[in-house]
């Protein structure tokens, strides 16, 4: 159980062009879902957290209307990167859960962003 | 603030060999603690995690991990690893709703 998947796991683009990342809770309805950014060989960077029907929350220094954030259901949550540039290339990892203090974030398998 | 610390970047044991990866946090409150595993190129794999109760945890793959209230520390441990055990492993404080994560500890396993 707690499966979470991401589509898709490569993506190469252009720069200006906008490219959406969907998360996906397979085996559970996510209250909440995460997105966060991994550099290579660094941690993980929260970016932001979406409840589902709400606005999401971003974390300081993350740009909202760059990175547009939507979870319009308890099982979808999807991020765009609008005009992406070179420098927003990087690894997207989403997590998911099913709420309550003590519930447990279940992460998707990321995506891989290459802005040509 | 919370926050922690995983004082060893990289780590090399030989197959069969015991691990010990150290894990340290600051927390406000009673803290939930996790470990997760990483393989390249995918996400992250939940291990173990700890909220309340016995302090020696037990998760998936062998692996188990003692919280020393009185050190701040969550180190996880294996008696014997395995050459598919070479990944990157990252420790976590908080709960479901804020996760801050270690630096992580990238495990190299020689044969």
């Known amino acids: 159980g707690a499966v979470v998947s991401q589509h898709p796991s490569w993506v190469i683009c252009k720069s200006g062009t906008s490219v959406k990342i969907e998360c996906r809770s397979l085996d559970f309805q996510a209250t909440t879902m995460f997105w966060y950014r991994q550099f290579p060989k660094q941690s993980l960077m929260l970016m932001a957290t979406s409840n589902e029907g709400s606005k999401a929350t971003y974390e300081q220094g993350v740009e909202k209307d760059k990175f547009l954030i939507n979870h319009a259901s308890l099982t979808l949550s999807t991020l765009t990167v609008t005009s992406a540039h070179p420098e927003d290339s990087s690894f997207y990892i989403c997590?998911?859960?099913?709420?309550?203090?003590?519930?447990?974030?279940?992460f998707g398998p990321g995506t891989r962003l290459l802005v040509l | 603030a919370q926050s922690v610390t995983q004082p060893d970047i990289h780590i090399t044991v030989s197959e069969g060999a015991s691990l010990e990866l150290r894990c340290n946090y600051s927390?406000?409150?009673?803290?939930?603690l996790f470990w997760y595993v990483q393989s390249p190129g995918q996400g992250l794999q939940l291990l173990l995690k700890?909220?309340?109760?016995?302090?020696l945890v037990q998760g998936i793959k062998g692996f188990e991990a003692e919280f020393k209230r009185s050190q701040s520390s969550f180190n996880l441990r294996k008696p014997s690893v395995h050459w598919s055990d070479a990944a990157e492993y990252f420790c976590a404080v908080g709960t479901a709703s804020k996760l801050t994560f270690g630096t992580g500890t990238r495990l190299q396993v020689t044969l």
């Open positions: 997590s998911a859960s099913s709420g309550g203090i003590q519930e447990t974030q279940y």
């Open positions: 700890y909220f309340s109760g016995d302090t």
């Open positions: 927390y406000g409150a009673t803290p939930y």
